[in-house]
């Protein structure tokens, strides 16, 4: 019987389009209540023991921080920056996106918010250059998965809390599979693009705007250096 009553207010719940969340919050009070342990005060109390957490404070802060790539031209920068390093290359779109990608990754960690941006800028302009569209969409999607491996990733903060792991020891790990994974998308575009007959774009002067492809160049080294600050003042106050 408990299992029925664990099964029917999880899938009631999720029904009735309650989120997973709080459909296990139901699922919880309903067993509560069913074994005669219902107290809602220690239900109030784990809820806020189980959001009570500062590594997760990442989360927000980093989907922030897309938003405001997005809206404040951060995006765009990269994007230029991307073209005048690897446009004129022979399918040199495809790279852009691929080092946009990477750049980006560095940024937000959110694969989510990577592909957005990299579709609503690039998308068009490998279309307007006579790409397929099926395969540039795939190429933008794929790029979009460095985000949760390159740090700083989501998922390995919510894994690090999770798990008790080192979030620091996790994000030094992800460095390598993101820039190899980075690489195979790379060799894989230069092979598809060999068929093509596509003219590759000028070459853009990289001296032109330099201190904005500069500001947006050097923002993940800064990002990567305020996380590692960050660390270490959590550090001074645990052990103080």
Known sequence: ??????????LGAMALGIPIAFALLVCGAALMWYLGMFDAQILAQNVINGADSYPLLAVPFF??????MNVGGLSRRIVELALALVGHIKGGLGYVT????????ALSGSAVADAAALAALLLPMMVAAGHDKARSAG???????IAPILPPSIGFVVFGVAA??????LFLAGIVPGLMLGASLWLTWWWLARGENIASPPRRP??????????ASSSPIRAAARTRSA??????????
């Open 98 to 105: 691929i080092v946009a990608a990477c750049l980006l990754a």
């Open 164 to 169: 008790n792991v080192s979030i620091s020891k």
């Open 139 to 145: 190429l933008i999607a794929s790029a979009g998965i």
């Open 231 to 240: 660390i270490r003042r959590s550090r001074k106050r645990s052990t103080s």
């Open 63 to 68: 989907l922030l921080a897309g938003e405001i």
């Open 1 to 10: 019987m408990t299992i029925a009553v664990f099964l029917g207010s999880l």
């Open 206 to 215: 990289f001296r032109r705007n330099c201190c904005r492809r500069q500001a």
